[in-house]
């Protein structure tokens, strides 16, 4: 396919070859203004039903991409663009600005980055398009995203600029020339402060998980970094959820955008099987170990609160004879590109993680989630569930909830649009019948087996006749006594006490609720168990507000915001609760942050 420039709407020279479909759709497009037109709301809305009607070709190739991309997306095996991609698409290579409501794997980032790329210009040095994400995790999985997808296009550069890495660096990088800057706000905010970041050129605007920047504080900083960027530039903001500050967001920085929304959170969920165990703390790693045991799947992915959790869970499922890997925010980032690969590629099968280390995770191959801890709020539990059942594949979603925890069941199946099955720990009989079906493939597997060398075979052979006869047995038990040495010494079938596995009873749940009255009654004056609690030099005489210090916090710690506990200000200092075992080198780096031009100077209050 050949293309021609006939828009120039993003970049100084764009590569288009527009189908039927964008003749039609051609008149729509606003003329850009440098006024943002107030009734944002009236806006064409795209849906891909009606996108489909109008497209002839099959997969990628009705939307003018160049031949170069249609080959990186047939490499990567993407032969259908998913419902966001065939909604969205069009309209970006319109240059039109759009507002989409969707989830991580939905193919979003995909949405996005393709026409984003088609239209970038390869003569400009300094950065065209900008993606603001909340976390260092998304930000450096949509830098590679962008990196897979521009394999075609070598000579384009991009770069992940977050909190908490080295700033030289980054301006290093940022002085030989980037195309595309992926960051996080308060990170991308400290570059344009400096200096270090030009965005003059700047053509686009990505905001990436826009609910997610509103719940960790960032809106203030997003905010700020549009009101410094080109007014005459495409602007396209994804979310999850429209909260009415998003919403306001929208409607003042975008331009008549199109419309999409895309239910995947609901299509997604019914595809992933989700079910809750009800039971007391003391037993959850008793129950893990069978739940592991039962529910036989490719990739497991466990969610556990904090690193400490982590680590022992991954200490106790390595001793039951398991591959497993932890990914906390302690594993450097390295290693964790490391473990990641090695998920993916089988090598470990079972991954403990705590929700900011697995953020954006993207592994085809995991089949079942547990949430050993609940996860702290609805939107946390959906992207946890997310790991799995990814790409239109199925999945598996167990959830651990104590007594206590149980009423929270309800606003998760409201925020997933879906019954979540109570189900019971795996007794003995399940695991044992687990345990035959997992020797019975085994066996198949190895029968099927075929030795390349013949002469082992004949030996084999030979071996076999050779016991048979000296013990005059069958062949029958030969093959037994050949079980025997595959499965070892220990039991096959389990028998062990099963009294703790019954429901946890709901007189429990009237013990649980005054303890919980009572926690309630002393949280200001203490912090929660797994918390500790930090002073900063920063309060109210300061204007300082809680979404500052989560948006500080979160971004130089690497901390997800919901993982940031009570915070309290005072005039002249706040108080700050943080999880237990913050490493030494982020608390040193902590002190240093500036909220508001005043340093933090954290430190810890007993
Ligand atoms: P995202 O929603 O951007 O996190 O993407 C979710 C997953 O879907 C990622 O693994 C993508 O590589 C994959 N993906 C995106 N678009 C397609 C497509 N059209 N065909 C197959 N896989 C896709």
Partial sequence: MTNTKTHEDLSCSVDLNMSEVLTSKQKSIPKKTSQPQKESEDKAITNSEEFTQGQQEEGFNGFGFSDALLKTLKDKGYNEPSPIQKAAIPELMLGRDLVGQAQTGTGKTAAFALPILERLNGGCRLPQV?????????????????????????????????????????????????????????????????????????????????????????????????????????MVLFSATMPSEVRRLSKRFLNQPAEITIKAQEKEA?????????????????????????????????????????????????????????????????????????????????????????????????????????????EA???????????????????????????????????????????????????????VERLRNRLIQAAKIQRDNSKETEVLQGL????????????????????????????????????????ASHKNRRDDRSISRRRNERDTNYPEDHMERFRVEVGRKDRIKPGNLVGAIANESGLQGRKIGRIQIFDCYSLVDLPKGMPKDVFEDLKKVKVLNKELQIHRIN
Avoid at 147 to 159: D, E, Q
Avoid at 219 to 225: A, M, Y
């Fill in 270 to 378: 019914r595809l992933i099987k989700q079910k809750y165990i009800v039971l007391q703390n003391s037993y959850k790693t008793e129950a893990l170990k069978r739940v592991l045991e039962a529910v036989t799947g490719e990739g497991v992915i466990i969610f556990a609160r904090t690193k400490a959790i982590t680590l022992t869970l991954a200490e106790v499922l390595e001793t039951s004879g398991h591959d497993v890997a932890v990914l906390n925010g302690d594993v450097p980032q390295n290693q964790r590109e490391r473990t990641v690969e090695r998920l993916r590629s089988g090598g470990i099968n079972i991954l403990v993680a705590t929700d900011v280390a697995a953020r954006g995770l993207d592994v085809d191959r995991i089949e079942l989630v547990i949430n050993y801890d609940m996860p702290f709020d609805s």
């Fill in 130 to 234: 900008l993606v603001l994400a909340p976390t260092r995790e998304l930000a450096m999985q949509v830098a590679d995203s962008f990196r897979a997808y521009a394999a075609g296009h070598p000579h384009f550069k991009f770069l992940a600029i977050y909190g908490g890495a080295d700033f030289r660096s980054q301006i290093n990088s940022l002085r030989r020339g980037i195309d595309v800057i992926v960051g996080t706000p308060g990170r991308v905010m400290d570059h344009m402060r400096q200096g270090t970041l030009n965005t003059s050129e700047l053509r686009c605007l990505v905001l990436d998980e826009a609910d997610e920047m509103l719940r960790m504080g960032f809106i203030d900083d997003v905010e700020w970094i549009l009101e410094q960027l080109p007014e005459e530039r495409q």
């Fill in 464 to 503: 076999l006749q050779q016991v048979s006869e000296e013990l005059e047995i069958s062949q029958d038990q030969l093959a037994l006594a050949a079980i025997n040495l595959a499965i070892g010494s220990a039991p096959l079938l389990v028998q062990g006490n099963e009294d703790w596995l019954k429901p």
């Fill in 381 to 435: 539990y959906v992207h946890r569930i997310g790991r799995t059942g990814r790409a239109g594949r199925k999945g598996e979603a167990i959830l651990f909830v104590s007594p206590r925890e149980r009423r929270f069941v309800h606003n998760l199946e409201r925020a997933v649009g879906q019954q979540i099955e109570e189900m019971s720990i795996p007794n003995n009989e399940v695991i044992n019948q687990s345990r």
